[in-house]
């Protein structure tokens, strides 16, 4: 079993930033891609960016620019550093990962999700 938890969510006016993180613990011999989507109220949930495990990242139009996906391979982790927030980024942030487990069975792994709030 893989878990995520993230952290480093909050509440920041616009045009702020925040950096939230997700670290993997568990039965993880190799994670391929990492990603973080996020659910704001009433929608369904987004993917904003993604990054391969050679550090290769792609974001969704809205967020060029000003949203940054980042990981260390060696702690599990990926981070997203968010900056220039508006209020429409307002969300749910929840990371995502797929991989291979020690047994050599996949995995596809949601953490528990942080909150984002920005104030206009």
């Known amino acids: 079993q893989v878990h995520l938890v993230e952290s480093g969510g909050g509440l920041v006016q616009a045009g702020g930033s925040l950096r939230l993180s997700c670290a993997a613990s568990?039965?993880?011999?190799?994670?391929?891609?990492m990603a973080w989507y996020r659910q704001a109220p009433g929608k369904q949930r987004e993917l904003v960016a993604t990054?391969?495990?050679?550090?290769?990242?792609n974001y969704v139009d809205f967020v060029k620019g000003r949203f940054t996906i980042s990981r260390d391979n060696a702690k599990n982790t990926v981070y997203f550093d968010m900056n220039s927030l508006k209020p429409e980024d307002t969300a749910v942030y929840y990371c995502?990962?797929?991989?291979?487990?020690?047994?050599?069975?996949?995995?596809?792994?949601w953490g528990q999700g942080t909150q984002v709030t920005v104030s206009s």
């Open positions: 990054i391969t495990s050679g550090g290769s990242g």
């Open positions: 995502k990962a797929d991989g291979l487990h020690y047994n050599l069975t996949r995995f596809d792994s």
């Open positions: 568990g039965s993880i011999l190799r994670i391929n891609n």
